[in-house]
Each structure stands twice: as structure tokens, then as C-alpha cells.
T-cell receptor, first 112, second 110 residues
């Protein structure tokens, strides 16, 4: 049983398109996150959600809109994709604030 | 200065060697600390949380030095399978925000 799952694993799309990435965790955690890992492998937090509520939005362009329908799911919708959005996006969850995080397998996004 | 810093390496060590990495952090309000392992094209996987008193898990030992604001990871008896990038993560004062280092690459050579 995969603890944190993401779909799709790969996403290749044209500039200007809109795309979504889905994330689900079956760990019973209250908190979920989105991270971006760029080509230099730097892992940067984008959003934190606790019990479906947005807690942190790390100066991410508003083309990125997370949505948490329930505490087990956190989806990421990206509008008007740009070349610079190409990266690996990881979803993660933790039991509580400041707890250990568990990551999904990542979604490799390539914008052409 | 970055909030969390790591030596990017690579650290090339022979099998069986002992290797240690440090990770320095600048925010003294940091409270929780973690080491993750990331293999190429994979997700970061939790290796261990770092406790104030230090902790050990098999061949891996993690230490926290609050006075000098760094955490360390010691790997004894290195195996080929330990080759990976090791990321440290620091959480600011019980918040939902984690800062990751850029990782230290380890290559264990046969």
C-alpha cells in the first residue's frame, strides 16, 4: 500500500496550458504539503495545508492553486504553464506541524 | 547566507569506511531536524529524525549541536547501497515550514 501517492508521474505539456496534479495519503496525517524540486535539486516548499486549511503559501505565483477536498487529498492546479515551471513536484504529509514528512513519488513536469 | 547549508560533495568513500556530513542552520528558533535520503530520480525518504540527545539507528548516528547550530550524520561501515544524496531538513519552531539543504552526495566505491 503506497502511503503517499501522486498522479500523474509524468506530465509533458505546452506553454500556456493548464494542468493538475493529484495527491493522496493514507497515513491518517493532518498536514500535507507541495514542494518543487528544480533542476539544481533544490527542494522548496510551496504550500502547507492542515486539516484542509491553507497554512503556508510561500510566495508562489497565483497561477498555482492548491485544493484540499479533505485531509487525505491535496491537489495542485497550475494555470498558464511557463517554461520555468518545469520541475519535479512532490507532495508530502506529516502527522502534525514540525513532524517527520513522508513524500510521494513525485510528478515530473516538462513544459515545452 | 542560506538558512540551511550543506556541503554538496561528492564524498567518494571506499566500502567499509566511516563518513560524516554536517548541516548548518542559521535560525536559532529551529526546533525539529531530520535527515532524508534521496536516490536519483526518486523522492526523499526519511532516514531519521534528529533528537537533542543524539540518536542511532543501526549504522547511522545523528547528532544535534544547538550551540553551534548544526546537525550531523555519521554512517559507519559504508555499503555500496548507501550511495545517494543526503538532505537535511529543519523546521522553524513547530511551524508547518521546513527548509531543506541542497543535499550532500555520497558515492561509496567498491
Amino acid at each position: 500500500d503506497t502511503a503517499v501517492s501522486q498522479t500523474p508521474k509524468y506530465l509533458v505539456t505546452q506553454m500556456g496550458n493548464d494542468k493538475s496534479i493529484k495527491c493522496e495519503q493514507n497515513l491518517g496525517h493532518d498536514t500535507m504539503y507541495w514542494y518543487k524540486q528544480d533542476s539544481k535539486k533544490f527542494l522548496k516548499i510551496m504550500f502547507s495545508y492542515n486539516n484542509k486549511e491553507l497554512i503556508i503559501n510561500e510566495t508562489v505565483p497565483n497561477r498555482f492553486s492548491p485544493k484540499s477536498p479533505d485531509k487525505a487529498h491535496l491537489n495542485l492546479h497550475i494555470n498558464s504553464l511557463e517554461l520555468g515551471d518545469s520541475a519535479v513536484y512532490f507532495c508530502a504529509s506529516s502527522l502534525r506541524a514540525a513532524g517527520a514528512q513522508y513524500f510521494g513519488p513525485g510528478t515530473r513536469l516538462l513544459v515545452l | 547566507r542560506k538558512e540551511v547549508e550543506q556541503d554538496p560533495g561528492p564524498f567518494n568513500v571506499p566500502e567499509g569506511a566511516t563518513v560524516a556530513f554536517n548541516c548548518t542552520y542559521s535560525n536559532s528558533a529551529s526546533q525539529s531536524f531530520f535527515w532524508y535520503r534521496q536516490d536519483c530520480r526518486k523522492e526523499p525518504k526519511l532516514l531519521m529524525s534528529v533528537y537533542s540527545s543524539g540518536n542511532e539507528d543501526g549504522r547511522f548516528t545523528a547528532q544535534l549541536n544547538r550551540a553551534s547550530q548544526y546537525i550531523s550524520l555519521l554512517i559507519r561501515d559504508s555499503k555500496l547501497s548507501d550511495s545517494a544524496t543526503y538532505l537535511c531538513a529543519v523546521n522553524r519552531g513547530g511551524t508547518y515550514k521546513y527548509i531543506f539543504g541542497t543535499g550532500t552526495r555520497l558515492k561509496v566505491l567498491a
